[in-house]
């Protein structure tokens, strides 16, 4: 694989990890001589696009996990396909280690609100992966097996600082852009949307259910870039003249 291809690769992993807001983990189960268990997980990222896991210490993996630290993660862009076979696919590899920090508490149990529920049980705690390779399928005949440094993003400490407030800003300020991102930008139904999380590549957003990302046209690293590239984005869900 040429470096371009490479690249490529890297960032169609990525964006998967981005998009999905669950995946099937597998581990060695620990009591079976080390047969794989697959279970399906919750998931988020931090800025980086490390996946985030918000498990409880009672469920097999967990404990699993306890034993051998090595598991996959297999993503799935292939949700609403006509053909499967044609959607992205990626199963990752890596090790995970609880890591309690702050802010990736606060991503997941943004991305995933039902999760509150567990966030004062003593037995929850949020875990990273660190990704060693992936094996990405991007369509028939486009299969490549990715380094782990090429997937990781650009993070920006200036977002991940200002995210909460971002996040805040729009909802309870501008309801109605979110809208317009998700109607006419995303093609989505329903109203009531509400912005989840904000990195240097894009928006996450989430109705019930269902969630989408709009991506920015070229990552930005800071408070100010973030807010030019959401004010393009409206002025084009809304089909008004561009003066950026």
């Not at 993996?61 to 292939?78: A, K, P």
Request: hydrophobic share 40%; proline share 3%; aromatic share 6%.
């Amino acid at each position: 694989m040429d470096k371009t291809e490479d690249l490529y690769s890297g960032e169609a992993v990525r964006q998967l990890i981005r998009v999905c807001d669950r995946a099937v983990l597998s581990t060695a189960q620990r009591d079976k001589e080390g047969w794989p268990h697959g279970s399906l997980v919750l998931i988020a990222c931090d800025h980086a696009a490390n996946p985030r896991l918000f498990i409880s210490d009672l469920a097999e993996h967990t404990r699993n996990i306890e034993v051998d630290q090595r598991v996959s993660l297999l993503f799935g862009g292939t949700e609403g396909q006509e053909d499967p076979w044609i959607g992205s696919r990626a199963a990752l590899f890596g090790r995970v280690e609880r890591c309690n920090d702050v802010t990736a508490r606060t991503r997941c149990l943004a991305r995933h609100p039902s999760a509150e529920i567990y966030a004062g049980f003593s037995d929850f705690h949020s875990y990273r992966l660190s990704i060693e390779c992936a094996h990405l399928v991007a369509g028939f005949g486009r299969v490549h097996w990715v380094d782990g440094n090429q997937i990781y993003g650009p993070p920006s400490l200036a977002l991940q600082s200002a995210e909460a407030v971002i996040v805040a800003h729009m909802n309870d300020d501008h309801a109605d852009v979110v809208q317009a991102y998700a109607t006419g930008l995303l093609g989505k139904s329903g109203t009531g949307w509400r912005v989840t999380g904000c990195d240097s590549e894009g928006i996450d957003i989430r109705l019930g259910g269902k969630t989408a990302r709009l991506r920015f046209a070229k990552p930005v690293f800071d408070v100010e870039g973030a807010r030019d590239e959401l004010v393009r984005l409206v002025k084009l869900a809304r089909r008004e003249p561009a003066d950026l």
